[in-house]
């Protein structure tokens, strides 16, 4: 099973920036699609942005424009980014990054991982 790795969250101030990362090895399994979501108190698990192998990113309306994802596929680890700015105090919340996992044979699903999860909170 793929292992993620998160790291970077923390304390900041509302109007500041946040820069998540999470990393993932690629010598056993593929990673296709990776993204990042929040799960605020009180609330549901909420995608915020996705990213492709390729680079094609989308955002949940909430973040769109203030956060951004991206990615880096070296040779044998992959590593995705969320470099969130013009923080909100909504923006409060453990984020999950997330991978979609494939068979290096054939391509095939193997299912989503999930990192451990990160705390950002945002102070006013």
């Known amino acids: 099973q793929v292992q993620l790795v998160e790291s970077g969250g923390g304390l900041v101030q509302a109007g500041e920036s946040l820069r998540l990362s999470c990393s993932a090895s690629?010598?056993?399994?593929?990673?296709?699609?990776m993204g990042w979501y929040s799960h605020a108190p009180g609330k549901q698990r909420t995608l915020v942005a996705t990213?492709?192998?390729?680079?094609?990113?989308?955002?949940a309306d909430s973040v769109r424009g203030r956060f951004t994802i991206s990615r880096d596929n070296a040779k044998s680890t992959v590593t995705v980014h969320l470099q969130m700015s013009k923080q909100e105090h909504e923006d409060r919340a453990v984020y999950y990054c997330?991978?979609?996992?494939?068979?290096?044979?054939?391509?095939?699903?193997?299912?989503?991982?999930w990192g451990q999860g990160t705390q950002v909170t945002v102070s006013s």
């Open positions: 997330w991978a979609d996992s494939r068979s290096p044979a054939d391509g095939a699903y193997l299912g989503g991982a």
């Open positions: 990213i492709t192998v390729d680079g094609q990113s989308t955002y």
């Open positions: 690629t010598r056993v399994f593929r990673i296709n699609d």
